[in-house]
């Protein structure tokens, strides 16, 4: 995930439509008007499908009161769906050619996310982890394939990084399938092993040669599944809330989660896209924080919406928690958002005190917010509001100083 030292030249599809089966060659960095792909965007609606079972698991578990298990499910299931999802995406933005063996192989990763989709329900509620280990090691393996035909249209050392990544990620399977054959006490540590090893793949893999990743490309890519996974947010809240208005007439209940998840989510559409973040990946540090790091973007982006869940049935009392439980679900999710995005690359645009502790102060008056009771998740939705608000006067106040500065001298 940083730069290459060489690259050969685009493989976009050929103009007929219909691509032969041709060389998987690397694409050039700085290739102009890279954008993303119809397979990469039909790849994300479909690993969003695995992130709505998730998140339906979730709100089931924190409804019940069994918030710390279900916690611990989510991140679980929800690793396995980033994971392959990154991959994929550092894997494509280097070396995509879009070939017809290149759509049938990602076709086949698809398939692989929609039978861990599938095992969901059965890892949260019965502890049956089969379906999901199998769909990832699907995904993993048809990885690993694409790294090896990579491999065999390169020369060392590029080939070498193909080659370490395919078996990396290979080997990596054998322990996922340990998961099967484990007691149930055994397998949460197995998971953290496995988790550390497989973020060690790239960084060994890459050791001595780099892919060739296309900065504005991958900052697209997480963009459109930051934009669907906020999608799929608001999907979840207006179900439930329109569940809680025609089953138990509780308009005035639900009026106040509503509005306020409506301005949650706004505001996160905002923040993350305030900031032309493709400038900011160039180096290999960098790239790896920056990736990495988005697992708990799309994770809490994804878990606003149990959380609004969990607020709307605890509001017309079909959820068995307290009112303090039901707005936490939707504060903290919210402040790991913001902590999250300001780490990762709002904090890079900001010049001077004022506009760099407007997320922070933000997250820290959110969680304030889950002891107002009912009226938290409306009071954390203008929050964010006056935040959005905060960060573009100040902003506006600084261009304004620096073009008055600049001014005498042109």
């Not at 395919?166 to 322990?175: E, H, K, R, T, Y």
């Not at 054959?181 to 953290?192: A, D, I, Q, S």
């Not at 304030?368 to 929050?383: D, K, N, R």
């Not at 964010?384 to 960060?391: D, H, Q, S, T, Y």
Request: proline share 4%; net charge neutral.
């Amino acid at each position: 995930m940083s730069s290459p030292s060489s690259a050969s030249a685009p493989a976009g599809p050929p103009p007929d439509g219909h691509p032969p089966v041709r060389r998987l060659k690397a694409r050039h960095r700085h290739e102009q008007h890279r954008v993303a792909t119809p397979l990469e965007l039909f790849f994300d609606l479909c690993f969003v499908v695995a992130i709505a079972q998730a998140g339906v698991q979730l709100v089931h578990a924190v409804a019940e009161g069994h918030a710390g298990e279900g916690v611990l499910n989510y991140a679980m299931v929800f690793f396995a769906i980033w994971w392959a999802w990154m991959n994929f995406t550092w894997f494509a933005s280097a070396y995509d050619n879009d070939d017809a063996l290149y759509r049938v192989v990602t076709l086949v990763q698809i398939a692989g996310v929609l039978v861990l989709a599938a095992g969901v329900s059965r890892a949260f509620e019965d502890h049956d982890w089969a379906a999901v280990v199998i769909g990832y090691v699907i995904m993993r393996v048809a990885m690993a394939a694409q790294w090896l035909r990579a491999g065999r249209s390169a020369a060392p050392p590029e080939s070498t990084m193909a080659r370490t990544y395919s078996a990396g990620v290979l080997l990596c399977q054998i322990g996922w399938l340990g998961l099967l054959f484990l007691p149930e006490g055994g397998r949460g540590w197995l998971f953290v092993v496995m988790v550390v090893l497989e973020l060690c793949v790239p960084a060994f893999a890459e050791r001595k040669h780099t892919s060739s990743w296309h900065p504005h490309h991958i900052s697209e890519r997480y963009g459109l599944l930051t934009i669907i996974v906020l999608g799929e947010t608001i999907a979840a809240a207006t179900v439930a809330v329109k569940s809680g208005i025609e089953e138990n007439d509780a308009l005035g209940e639900v009026l106040p989660i509503a509005a306020g998840g409506l301005l949650i989510v706004f505001a996160a559409w905002w923040i993350y896209f305030v900031v032309p973040v493709h400038s900011y990946l160039r180096s290999s540090r960098q790239s790896f924080l920056w990736g990495y790091g988005h697992y708990l973007v799309f994770s809490s982006a994804a878990a606003i919406g149990a959380g609004l869940e969990v607020a709307v049935e605890q509001a017309v009392g079909k959820a068995h928690v307290s009112t303090l439980a039901a707005s936490f679900a939707v504060t903290l999710p919210t402040a790991v958002f913001l902590l999250t995005v300001w780490a990762l690359h709002a904090r890079h645009f900001k010049v001077g005190l004022a506009e760099q502790l407007v997320l922070p102060t933000a997250a820290v008056l959110v969680l304030g917010c889950t002891f107002l009771g009912g009226a938290a998740v409306l009071v954390a939705g203008i929050v964010l509001a006056l935040a959005v608000a905060a960060g573009v006067t100040l902003t506006a106040r600084r261009t304004e100083r620096e073009r008055r500065t600049a001014a005498p001298a042109a």
